[in-house]
Protein backbone atom coordinates (compact mmCIF):
# COMPACT_ATOMS: atom_id res chain seq x y z
CA UNK A 1 0.00 0.00 0.00
CA UNK A 2 2.55 2.73 0.95
CA UNK A 3 4.54 1.74 -2.60
CA UNK A 4 1.21 1.94 -4.17
CA UNK A 5 0.70 5.56 -2.26
CA UNK A 6 4.00 7.00 -3.67
CA UNK A 7 3.86 5.56 -7.51
CA UNK A 8 0.30 7.59 -6.96
CA UNK A 9 2.26 10.47 -5.78
CA UNK A 10 5.06 10.83 -8.26
CA UNK A 11 2.05 10.65 -10.92
CA UNK A 12 1.55 14.58 -12.26
CA UNK A 13 4.95 15.52 -11.28
CA UNK A 14 6.07 18.87 -9.14
CA UNK A 15 5.85 19.39 -5.72
CA UNK A 16 2.94 17.48 -3.96
CA UNK A 17 -0.18 15.31 -5.93
CA UNK A 18 -0.91 16.90 -8.96
CA UNK A 19 -3.80 14.74 -10.53
CA UNK A 20 -6.79 17.47 -10.71
CA UNK A 21 -9.97 16.37 -11.58
CA UNK A 22 -10.12 15.71 -15.72
CA UNK A 23 -6.46 15.71 -16.23
CA UNK A 24 -3.77 13.55 -17.83
CA UNK A 25 -2.38 12.90 -13.95
CA UNK A 26 -6.04 11.38 -12.86
CA UNK A 27 -6.14 8.93 -16.05
CA UNK A 28 -2.64 7.76 -15.12
CA UNK A 29 -3.45 7.13 -11.79
CA UNK A 30 -6.83 5.49 -12.86
CA UNK A 31 -4.66 3.44 -14.99
CA UNK A 32 -2.28 2.39 -11.88
CA UNK A 33 -5.52 1.18 -9.93
CA UNK A 34 -7.14 -0.59 -12.43
CA UNK A 35 -3.80 -2.82 -13.16
CA UNK A 36 -3.75 -3.32 -9.02
CA UNK A 37 -7.62 -4.21 -9.31
CA UNK A 38 -6.73 -6.83 -12.44
CA UNK A 39 -3.80 -8.32 -10.23
CA UNK A 40 -6.03 -8.38 -7.32
CA UNK A 41 -8.23 -10.86 -9.84
CA UNK A 42 -11.08 -8.70 -9.86
CA UNK A 43 -13.92 -7.69 -12.84
CA UNK A 44 -12.12 -4.41 -13.40
CA UNK A 45 -14.80 -1.89 -15.74
CA UNK A 46 -15.29 2.06 -15.55
CA UNK A 47 -18.73 3.54 -15.90
CA UNK A 48 -20.04 6.32 -18.46
CA UNK A 49 -18.83 8.69 -15.70
CA UNK A 50 -15.13 7.28 -16.00
CA UNK A 51 -15.79 5.74 -12.17
CA UNK A 52 -13.28 2.88 -12.34
CA UNK A 53 -14.64 -0.32 -10.34
CA UNK A 54 -12.88 -3.53 -9.40
CA UNK A 55 -15.41 -6.09 -8.03
CA UNK A 56 -15.57 -9.61 -7.52
CA UNK A 57 -18.69 -11.93 -8.43
CA UNK A 58 -22.21 -11.10 -6.55
CA UNK A 59 -19.83 -8.03 -4.80
CA UNK A 60 -22.79 -6.18 -2.67
CA UNK A 61 -20.70 -4.05 -0.15
CA UNK A 62 -18.30 -1.63 -1.86
CA UNK A 63 -15.46 0.40 -0.79
CA UNK A 64 -13.17 3.14 -2.65
CA UNK A 65 -12.86 7.03 -2.92
CA UNK A 66 -10.87 9.06 -5.10
CA UNK A 67 -7.94 9.64 -6.87
CA UNK A 68 -7.77 13.42 -8.35
CA UNK A 69 -6.25 15.73 -5.93
CA UNK A 70 -5.97 19.87 -5.89
CA UNK A 71 -2.78 21.07 -7.31
CA UNK A 72 -0.12 20.29 -5.03
CA UNK A 73 -2.14 17.98 -2.43
CA UNK A 74 -1.10 15.50 -0.62
CA UNK A 75 -0.07 11.64 -0.87
CA UNK A 76 -3.07 10.62 0.72
CA UNK A 77 -5.87 12.34 0.33
CA UNK A 78 -8.37 10.03 -1.85
CA UNK A 79 -5.21 7.78 -2.82
CA UNK A 80 -5.26 6.06 1.08
CA UNK A 81 -8.98 5.27 0.73
CA UNK A 82 -8.38 3.58 -3.00
CA UNK A 83 -5.06 1.40 -2.15
CA UNK A 84 -6.94 0.44 1.36
CA UNK A 85 -9.98 -0.61 -0.74
CA UNK A 86 -8.52 -2.45 -3.11
CA UNK A 87 -6.41 -4.35 -0.77
CA UNK A 88 -9.38 -5.10 1.55
CA UNK A 89 -11.18 -6.62 -1.28
CA UNK A 90 -7.85 -8.22 -2.32
CA UNK A 91 -7.98 -10.10 1.20
CA UNK A 92 -11.87 -10.96 2.16
CA UNK A 93 -11.93 -12.19 -1.61
CA UNK A 94 -15.48 -10.42 -1.88
CA UNK A 95 -16.79 -6.69 -2.72
CA UNK A 96 -15.91 -4.01 -4.84
CA UNK A 97 -13.14 -1.36 -5.02
CA UNK A 98 -14.64 1.56 -6.73
CA UNK A 99 -12.34 5.19 -7.81
CA UNK A 100 -14.66 8.31 -8.26
CA UNK A 101 -13.17 10.51 -10.46
CA UNK A 102 -13.12 14.41 -9.92
CA UNK A 103 -14.06 14.44 -5.77
CA UNK A 104 -12.27 17.60 -5.24
CA UNK A 105 -14.29 19.78 -7.54
CA UNK A 106 -17.61 18.62 -6.03
CA UNK A 107 -17.86 14.88 -5.95
CA UNK A 108 -18.55 14.84 -10.08
CA UNK A 109 -17.99 11.05 -10.20
CA UNK A 110 -19.96 10.18 -7.25
CA UNK A 111 -22.53 11.86 -8.25
CA UNK A 112 -22.79 10.83 -11.62
CA UNK A 113 -22.76 7.28 -10.04
CA UNK A 114 -25.96 7.45 -7.92
CA UNK A 115 -27.53 9.50 -10.73
CA UNK A 116 -26.57 5.96 -12.91
CA UNK A 117 -28.94 4.58 -9.96
CA UNK A 118 -26.52 0.47 -10.13
CA UNK A 119 -26.72 0.99 -6.25
CA UNK A 120 -24.85 -1.42 -3.52
CA UNK A 121 -25.94 -2.81 -0.51
CA UNK A 122 -23.44 -0.86 1.14
CA UNK A 123 -20.30 2.06 0.60
CA UNK A 124 -17.41 2.28 3.17
CA UNK A 125 -14.81 4.99 2.44
CA UNK A 126 -11.18 5.20 4.64
CA UNK A 127 -10.16 8.65 4.01
CA UNK A 128 -7.18 10.64 6.19
CA UNK A 129 -9.26 12.86 8.56
CA UNK A 130 -7.57 15.98 7.13
CA UNK A 131 -8.07 17.65 10.69
CA UNK A 132 -6.33 17.38 14.37
CA UNK A 133 -8.65 15.55 16.21
CA UNK A 134 -7.19 11.97 16.13
CA UNK A 135 -4.04 13.02 16.57
CA UNK A 136 -4.74 15.13 19.90
CA UNK A 137 -6.30 12.74 21.11
CA UNK A 138 -3.58 10.22 20.22
CA UNK A 139 -5.70 8.17 18.33
CA UNK A 140 -5.17 6.17 15.10
CA UNK A 141 -8.79 6.15 13.97
CA UNK A 142 -12.02 7.57 14.18
CA UNK A 143 -15.23 6.99 12.89
CA UNK A 144 -17.75 9.78 11.20
CA UNK A 145 -20.61 10.82 12.81
CA UNK A 146 -22.05 11.99 9.94
CA UNK A 147 -21.31 14.29 6.63
CA UNK A 148 -21.51 17.99 7.65
CA UNK A 149 -23.73 20.08 5.62
CA UNK A 150 -21.97 22.80 3.53
CA UNK A 151 -23.31 26.22 2.51
CA UNK A 152 -21.36 28.25 0.33
CA UNK A 153 -22.37 32.02 -0.83
CA UNK A 154 -21.72 35.24 -1.03
CA UNK A 155 -22.12 38.78 0.63
CA UNK A 156 -22.16 42.26 -1.35
CA UNK A 157 -21.38 45.27 0.56
CA UNK A 158 -21.68 48.46 -1.24
CA UNK A 159 -19.98 51.82 -0.29
CA UNK A 160 -19.09 54.72 -1.86
CA UNK A 161 -16.06 54.94 -3.67
CA UNK A 162 -13.97 58.48 -3.26
CA UNK A 163 -10.18 59.77 -3.14
CA UNK A 164 -8.60 58.71 -0.54
CA UNK A 165 -7.05 61.88 0.15
CA UNK A 166 -9.76 64.61 -0.42
CA UNK A 167 -12.71 62.33 1.31
CA UNK A 168 -12.82 63.22 5.47
CA UNK A 169 -12.88 60.64 7.00
CA UNK A 170 -16.32 61.60 9.03
CA UNK A 171 -19.12 60.68 6.51
CA UNK A 172 -17.24 58.14 4.53
CA UNK A 173 -19.77 54.67 3.41
CA UNK A 174 -15.90 52.23 3.13
CA UNK A 175 -17.41 48.87 1.67
CA UNK A 176 -13.97 47.64 2.76
CA UNK A 177 -14.45 48.47 6.40
CA UNK A 178 -18.71 46.93 6.72
CA UNK A 179 -17.24 43.57 4.96
CA UNK A 180 -13.92 43.57 7.66
CA UNK A 181 -16.84 43.93 9.76
CA UNK A 182 -18.55 41.38 8.66
CA UNK A 183 -15.76 38.59 8.22
CA UNK A 184 -15.17 39.07 12.51
CA UNK A 185 -19.13 37.78 12.67
CA UNK A 186 -18.70 35.11 10.79
CA UNK A 187 -15.98 33.86 12.90
CA UNK A 188 -17.65 34.47 15.98
CA UNK A 189 -20.50 33.57 14.99
CA UNK A 190 -19.22 29.95 13.75
CA UNK A 191 -17.78 29.40 16.53
CA UNK A 192 -20.81 29.79 19.38
CA UNK A 193 -22.33 26.75 17.06
CA UNK A 194 -20.99 23.56 18.43
CA UNK A 195 -19.26 21.63 15.54
CA UNK A 196 -19.49 24.43 13.09
CA UNK A 197 -17.02 26.76 11.11
CA UNK A 198 -17.67 29.58 9.18
CA UNK A 199 -14.52 30.81 6.80
CA UNK A 200 -14.25 33.98 4.39
CA UNK A 201 -11.61 32.81 1.46
CA UNK A 202 -12.45 35.54 -1.45
CA UNK A 203 -12.26 38.97 -1.63
CA UNK A 204 -12.97 41.11 -4.07
CA UNK A 205 -12.59 44.72 -3.65
CA UNK A 206 -13.62 47.52 -6.30
CA UNK A 207 -12.03 49.52 -7.36
CA UNK A 208 -9.19 47.93 -6.11
CA UNK A 209 -7.11 50.96 -5.90
CA UNK A 210 -4.55 51.64 -2.95
CA UNK A 211 -5.72 55.73 -3.17
CA UNK A 212 -9.44 54.93 -3.78
CA UNK A 213 -11.99 54.48 -0.81
CA UNK A 214 -14.05 50.86 -1.59
CA UNK A 215 -16.74 51.21 -3.19
CA UNK A 216 -18.09 47.63 -3.65
CA UNK A 217 -16.88 44.54 -1.91
CA UNK A 218 -17.47 41.23 -2.71
CA UNK A 219 -16.68 37.98 0.37
CA UNK A 220 -17.18 34.82 -0.65
CA UNK A 221 -18.85 32.72 2.64
CA UNK A 222 -18.01 28.96 3.31
CA UNK A 223 -20.33 27.76 6.25
CA UNK A 224 -20.61 23.97 7.82
CA UNK A 225 -22.00 22.16 10.25
CA UNK A 226 -23.14 18.62 11.25
CA UNK A 227 -26.71 19.01 11.02
CA UNK A 228 -29.22 21.35 9.54
CA UNK A 229 -30.66 22.66 12.33
CA UNK A 230 -27.22 24.08 13.59
CA UNK A 231 -26.37 25.40 9.76
CA UNK A 232 -29.37 26.97 8.86
CA UNK A 233 -29.15 28.43 12.35
CA UNK A 234 -25.37 30.53 10.83
CA UNK A 235 -27.10 30.76 7.23
CA UNK A 236 -29.29 33.15 8.35
CA UNK A 237 -27.54 34.73 11.44
CA UNK A 238 -24.62 35.46 8.36
CA UNK A 239 -27.56 36.27 5.50
CA UNK A 240 -26.12 33.91 3.65
CA UNK A 241 -27.74 33.94 0.06
CA UNK A 242 -26.71 30.53 -0.51
CA UNK A 243 -25.49 29.56 -4.63
CA UNK A 244 -24.05 26.03 -3.60
CA UNK A 245 -25.85 23.75 -0.33
CA UNK A 246 -24.90 20.05 0.48
CA UNK A 247 -27.13 18.88 3.48
CA UNK A 248 -25.80 17.11 6.55
CA UNK A 249 -25.97 13.83 5.54
CA UNK A 250 -26.09 11.04 9.00
CA UNK A 251 -23.95 7.88 8.70
CA UNK A 252 -25.83 4.17 8.29
CA UNK A 253 -25.85 1.90 11.22
CA UNK A 254 -24.89 -1.42 10.05
CA UNK A 255 -21.64 -0.19 9.07
CA UNK A 256 -20.94 2.02 11.37
CA UNK A 257 -21.31 -0.64 13.40
CA UNK A 258 -19.28 -3.00 11.81
CA UNK A 259 -16.36 -0.41 11.83
CA UNK A 260 -17.34 0.15 15.62
CA UNK A 261 -16.87 -3.39 17.09
CA UNK A 262 -14.00 -4.08 14.96
CA UNK A 263 -12.48 -0.93 16.56
CA UNK A 264 -13.52 -2.04 19.95
CA UNK A 265 -12.31 -5.56 18.84
CA UNK A 266 -8.81 -4.13 18.73
CA UNK A 267 -9.11 -1.96 21.97
CA UNK A 268 -8.93 1.15 20.28
CA UNK A 269 -10.92 4.11 21.65
CA UNK A 270 -14.00 5.04 19.97
CA UNK A 271 -13.83 9.12 18.88
CA UNK A 272 -16.37 9.58 16.15
CA UNK A 273 -15.98 13.09 14.42
CA UNK A 274 -18.18 15.05 12.51
CA UNK A 275 -16.53 15.29 8.95
CA UNK A 276 -15.53 18.57 7.82
CA UNK A 277 -14.79 18.34 4.19
CA UNK A 278 -17.24 17.02 1.51
CA UNK A 279 -16.66 12.91 0.36
CA UNK A 280 -18.00 10.65 -2.00
CA UNK A 281 -19.49 8.83 1.14
CA UNK A 282 -21.62 12.06 1.50
CA UNK A 283 -23.12 11.28 -2.17
CA UNK A 284 -24.00 7.64 -1.55
CA UNK A 285 -25.44 8.17 2.10
CA UNK A 286 -27.73 11.12 0.32
CA UNK A 287 -28.14 8.66 -2.59
CA UNK A 288 -29.66 5.86 0.38
CA UNK A 289 -26.71 3.83 0.29
CA UNK A 290 -25.76 2.72 3.72
CA UNK A 291 -22.24 4.33 4.73
CA UNK A 292 -20.07 4.82 7.33
CA UNK A 293 -16.57 6.47 6.97
CA UNK A 294 -12.98 5.59 8.74
CA UNK A 295 -10.84 8.50 9.59
CA UNK A 296 -6.89 7.88 9.62
CA UNK A 297 -5.41 10.03 12.10
CA UNK A 298 -3.17 13.14 9.99
CA UNK A 299 -0.17 13.97 11.17
CA UNK A 300 1.63 17.21 11.64
CA UNK A 301 -1.19 19.49 13.00
CA UNK A 302 -3.94 17.49 10.33
CA UNK A 303 -2.70 19.42 8.03
CA UNK A 304 -3.83 18.17 4.30
CA UNK A 305 -4.42 19.69 0.60
CA UNK A 306 -0.51 19.74 1.07
CA UNK A 307 2.71 18.31 0.54
CA UNK A 308 2.75 18.42 4.03
CA UNK A 309 0.13 15.87 4.97
CA UNK A 310 1.10 12.84 6.58
CA UNK A 311 -0.49 9.12 7.84
CA UNK A 312 1.93 6.70 9.50
CA UNK A 313 2.70 3.23 8.10
CA UNK A 314 1.27 1.46 11.14
CA UNK A 315 -1.67 3.39 10.83
CA UNK A 316 -2.54 2.98 7.41
CA UNK A 317 -1.92 -1.17 8.49
CA UNK A 318 -4.87 -0.53 10.97
CA UNK A 319 -7.07 1.15 9.04
CA UNK A 320 -7.04 -1.76 5.94
CA UNK A 321 -7.02 -4.01 8.95
CA UNK A 322 -10.19 -2.75 9.91
CA UNK A 323 -11.80 -1.87 7.02
CA UNK A 324 -10.98 -5.21 5.36
CA UNK A 325 -13.05 -6.74 8.85
CA UNK A 326 -15.78 -4.81 8.55
CA UNK A 327 -16.17 -5.87 4.90
CA UNK A 328 -16.04 -9.30 5.29
CA UNK A 329 -18.63 -8.99 8.36
CA UNK A 330 -20.92 -6.97 5.99
CA UNK A 331 -20.44 -9.47 3.38
ZN1 LIG B 1 -10.51 13.39 -0.32
Partial sequence: MLDRL??????????????????????????????????AGLEVEV??????????????VWTGSHLDSV???????????????????????KGAAVVFRD??????????????GDLPAGF???????????????????????IVGIVRGERIFEGKAGHAGTVPMEGRTDALVAAAEYILRVRDLAAGVDGAVGTVGQLYVEPGAANVIP????????????DRERLDR??????????????PVPMAERPVTALREELEGRGLPLVELPSG??????ILAAAGVPTAMLFVRSLNGGVSHSPEEESSAEDVELAVDVLAAALKRLT
Wanted: with cysteine; proline share 4%; glycine share 18%.
Fill in 6 to 39: EELYAVGGGVGANRVGGSDGEDRAHELAAGWMQE
Fill in 47 to 60: DDAGNLIGRTADAA
Fill in 71 to 93: PGGGKFDGALGVVAAIEAVERVG
Fill in 103 to 116: EERGCVGSTAFVEG
Fill in 124 to 146: LEVHIEQGPVLERAGVPLGLAQG
Fill in 215 to 226: GRVRVSVDLRAP
Fill in 234 to 247: LVAALEVEPDFRLE
Fill in 277 to 282: AGHDAA
